[in-house]
């Protein structure tokens, strides 16, 4: 069985590899020629959900908070 650090160690080691590695293009190749006949889109019956937006007044409690600055040259 690996230890932690071994895996740890082992996907590091990957990674640096996999990161070196540089590749170019020489050609940009084609898509194929494709020719599609036929077929039929499925029916589909559809229940859209009942969405009633509306507004509401709330109050919320919000705490007092007092703030004494400890050094005051540093503005």
Do not use: Y
Not at 46 to 67: I, Y
């Amino acid at each position: 069985m690996i230890s932690a650090k071994r895996w740890f160690v082992a996907v590091a080691a990957l990674a640096i590899s996999a990161g070196a590695c540089t590749a170019k293009v020489e050609d940009e190749g084609k898509l194929p020629d494709v020719d599609v006949s036929g077929g039929q889109a499925p029916q589909v019956d559809v229940d859209p959900a009942n969405v009633n937006v509306g507004t509401d007044t709330n109050t919320v409690v919000t705490p007092s908070v007092n703030v004494t600055p400890t050094d005051t040259t540093h503005r």
